[in-house]
């Protein structure tokens, strides 16, 4: 039977081929019954056997019956064929909507006049607060998620790696398109609305600028320079671009999710705005200045790559930066010198500065915590350190003792505590071996 005869639960005709992804296909489908053309989204057939894949397709269809909104696409319908190998094969029946995809306007186009983006970027916005307000993350925020249909509407796509928030939280795997990827979800850790955020922060930079924020050879590099690199102002791009569009643009790509927009519909009044001419409540990042033996306040500064002679290395989750940036200037204080992975220059190749700097140190110091237990950074700095026969010192700040320390000579730090001079001591000594 060809595709075009094809018939799914008897009503819907399949045609041909509109898009195609990594779970799913989407095809060109007709209502025989009521008359009318319709979108089909198919998982792939290669994919039918695949558990995690079928559970990904089945909660995008799940997700688009909870998430009932003007720009999110209507669901007509649901079913299930059969793949040839006799799997179950799920499919949607979608509204169709006649446009492009962003990610093919931006192909064509190569980036998008300022006010248009912005408007975009709202209508984006508005979409993914409400998605939030529901208790859902989109997590796949990038340009092929964003139709413009031909009315000029704004509809998001792809919620099939959408999930609750309780859900969100208790994960460790990493799903997106790594140009898109928060700091917080590259590394595994707990993400919140704040990681849609990012994500949209990236899409904005590219429909202004032409590229994302960060690019490179290949995802994983992509994913370490979300983490590492501070990303350029888009005016050093493209010298059209206002201030305020920069400071909007900057505070939705904070690294810490603290500094960012706390919410997509501050990021959305923002927006709207500088199009109406008003002032962004968004203020443009400053130079930091580096105190002497301190990481705290790096900011958008320039700093070297190099550790001093006799170091300590420094590991830590991102939501801990704050404790290790004070563990830093304690340790200053007590003649110890150390390194931490935010102290890079922007050409920094993350991976390979990470190693050497964990080659070269006298002691390894890892910042145990709930969050560093989940992020996947920090194992693998814990079993490079192994590897080299790195004398490892753990802080337990809060959480379980994890990675295999149990049996490590560790100092109990709970509460926040700075650990006691014998520590320091003993890292000095280390040093200076």
């Not at 894949?53 to 688009?64: A, G, H, K």
């Not at 590394?187 to 955020?197: I, K, L, N, P």
């Not at 130079?287 to 002679?309: E, F, K, L």
Request: aromatic share 8%.
């Amino acid at each position: 039977m060809t595709a075009q005869a094809r018939l799914l639960s008897g009503r819907y005709q399949v045609g041909e081929l509109l898009a195609y992804g990594g779970t799913a296909e989407v095809r060109f489908g007709r209502d025989l019954r009521l008359g009318r053309d319709v979108a089909l989204k198919l998982m792939r057939s290669d994919l039918a056997g695949d558990a995690r894949f079928l559970e990904l397709f089945r909660r995008d269809v799940s997700n688009l019956l909870i998430l009932n909104h003007p720009a999110i696409v209507v669901v007509y319908d649901k079913g299930e064929d059969t793949s040839p190998s006799g799997e179950p094969l799920p499919f949607i029946v979608l509204e169709l909507v006649r446009g492009r995809t962003l990610r093919e306007v931006l192909a064509d186009e190569g980036r998008l006049p300022i006010r248009k983006a912005l408007e975009i970027i709202a209508d984006t916005g508005a979409t993914l607060e409400f998605s939030h307000r529901q208790g859902y993350l989109h997590r796949d925020m990038e340009p092929g998620n964003v139709m413009i249909a031909q009315t000029g509407h704004v509809k998001v796509l792809n919620f099939g790696v959408a999930q609750a928030r309780a859900d969100a939280a208790d994960k460790d795997s990493v799903i997106g398109t790594a140009q898109y990827l928060s700091p917080e979800l590259a590394r595994g850790e707990a993400v919140d609305a704040r990681s849609d955020v990012y994500a949209a922060g990236c899409v904005l930079f590219e429909m202004l600028v032409g590229r994302p924020p960060f690019v490179a050879d290949n995802p994983v590099d992509v994913a370490y320079k979300q983490v590492q690199e501070q990303p350029q102002a888009p005016s050093d791009l493209v010298v059209d671009i206002p201030r305020d569009v920069d400071a909007i643009v900057l505070q939705a790509l904070a690294k810490d999710p603290r500094d960012r927009y706390q919410s997509a519909q501050e990021m959305r009044a923002d927006a709207l705005r500088h199009i109406a001419g008003r002032a962004v409540l968004a203020k443009p990042p400053t130079p930091a200045i580096i105190a002497s033996g301190t990481a705290r306040n790096i900011g958008y500064a320039r700093v070297p790559n190099s550790a001093p002679s006799g170091f300590v290395f420094i590991s830590y989750s991102h939501t801990d930066r704050d404790y290790a940036a004070d563990l830093a200037s304690y340790l200053a204080s007590h003649g110890v010198e150390s390194w931490m992975d935010h102290r890079l220059d922007y050409g920094a190749r993350w991976p390979d500065v990470i190693k050497q700097q964990i080659d070269g140190c006298s002691a390894f110091v890892v910042i145990m915590t709930d969050e560093a237990e989940k992020s996947s950074w920090v194992r693998n700095e814990i079993e490079h350190a192994r590897r080299r026969d790195k004398p490892i010192l753990p802080l337990w700040l809060s959480g379980e003792v994890f990675f295999g320390l149990y049996d490590t000579h560790y100092a109990d730090v709970r509460g926040g505590r700075k650990p006691d001079r014998r520590y320091a001591d003993r890292l000095l000594a280390l040093i200076q071996t």
